[in-house]
């Protein structure tokens, strides 16, 4: 059995176009939600109790199902077109009772929370759109729902901290943007794009490699660890202490 064939043909079917369009558009992006997935079902094995932040249309949320059976997690997301579109593709596992949503902001659904309540949290591409003191916040929120022991598992935009290197490497990713979309004639997707990587790139935003290890470590966290790099892309885990 080819397991990266079959992985593949049940996110084309579950998701169809938004996973098709992200694999040509961010093919690094989706390797990175998969990935998420992955490092939630081999550090939290016996930890069913997962808090999703930034759920949009479902794409991390089913590699996380697909790869942890006893998962049951909680997908935050105040942003109604993209998680109605989950509701509607991920409904079985809805019905199975392993998935409910929460249509508030991150900060807002985390303080609904009880202290050490959670396994772990997961996120996919959410963290970076934060501004800095709301993501310092979130983090915060995170470590406290968090039981002793449980873990913060993030694929995202971590900027590289020499800044020519990052700028190149941007460079590049437009240049696909401009390549991929130009030739599928979604010029409006293509400039709402381009205007979301300016506040991603912004002073206000971006969430440098250092600083935001040291943001965690600020929070509480231990055993922090940046990996599988793919050029702005990267897996960060980090741990509430026992």
Known sequence: ????????????????????????????????????GATVAEYAKSASNVVELGGGTGITTLSILSQHGSAQILSIDNEP?????AQESLAAWVNAGRLTF??????????????????SVASAYTLHNFTQDYRKQVLAEV???LVPGGC???????????????????????????????????????????VHLFSD??????????QALTQLADAGFSAIQLSHRYEVNAL???YKPQ
């Open 152 to 194: 913060f598992i993030n694929g995202d935009r971590y900027a590289l901290d020499d800044i020519d290197v990052h700028t190149r490497t941007t460079q590049q990713e437009v240049s696909r943007y401009f390549s991929v979309l130009i030739a599928a004639g979604k010029l409006e997707l293509l400039e709402h794009w381009i």
């Open 201 to 210: 790139e912004s002073e206000n935003h971006i969430m440098r490699e250092t």
């Open 1 to 36: 059995m080819n397991i990266k064939m079959d992985y593949d043909a049940m996110f084309s079917g579950i998701i169809g176009e938004d996973y098709a369009m992200l694999k040509q558009l961010s093919p690094l992006s989706y390797e990175m939600s998969s990935l998420v």
């Open 236 to 238: 960060v885990s980090a």
């Open 102 to 119: 929460s249509s508030d902001d991150a900060l807002t659904a985390l303080k609904k929370l009880p202290d050490a309540s959670v396994d």
């Open 143 to 145: 470590f406290r729902v």
């Open 81 to 85: 077109t993209m998680q109605k579109q």
